[in-house]
């Protein structure tokens, strides 16, 4: 599966865009096998957390 496949595909499964930040440090591979595994288990990625006391 390519990268906006997989995209296209969670889209299409959760009715929302899968969140990642542009220049993590996670590659397209991981993120796609991220992707698969909610599909399979039918469940949404974990919403990022955000540390308070941290400037993004």
Do not use: H, S
């Not at 992707?35 to 955000?50: D, L, N, S, V």
Request: with cysteine; hydrophobic share 30%.
């Amino acid at each position: 599966m390519e990268f906006e496949e997989a995209l296209k595909v969670y889209e299409d499964c959760f009715g929302e865009n899968y969140f990642f930040y542009m220049g993590f440090t996670k590659t397209d591979q991981e993120i796609i096998e991220e992707i698969q595994k909610c599909i399979k288990t039918g469940r949404k990625q974990k919403a990022p957390r955000y540390d308070e006391d941290k400037m993004y």
